[in-house]
């Protein structure tokens, strides 16, 4: 009888270790964002985000979902640099970014096409030249 009591409380004291464990996971730092086309103003999917810690260097790199989402769970502490690339746009950098302990931190940024610079640069070049 008291194996069985023992073994009973064995269990049901790894069952709140294990608990407890999975607990700690929901506070860790998180950065999620969204990339949208500057223009269209429609999510980009497959946007390469890089995330750069700013002393150590350590790179973290994912992709944009369908929707132009991405998330990165479990980022150590620290300010990064963010790069965001595309085929076909301009690359753009959100800098100065601090991710804290015990939050989500949100990035969110619209990218440029080239093909909508270039129209851009020539609006404004006609304009300069009265066209």
Known sequence: MRKLILSLVMVAASHFAFAS????????PMVSGNVTDAT???????????????????????????NGDFKIPQLPVGTYK???????????EKANVNVKQESTTKVNIEIVNYKDEDVEDRRKWLMKFDF
């Open 40 to 66: 269209t103003k429609k999510p980009l999917a497959e946007v390469t985000v890089t995330a750069v810690h700013t002393v150590s260097k350590k790179e973290h790199v994912i992709t944009t979902d369908a």
């Open 82 to 92: 963010f790069k965001f690339e595309k085929d076909n746009y301009k690359a753009a």
């Open 21 to 28: 464990t999975g607990a700690d996971k929901k506070g860790d």
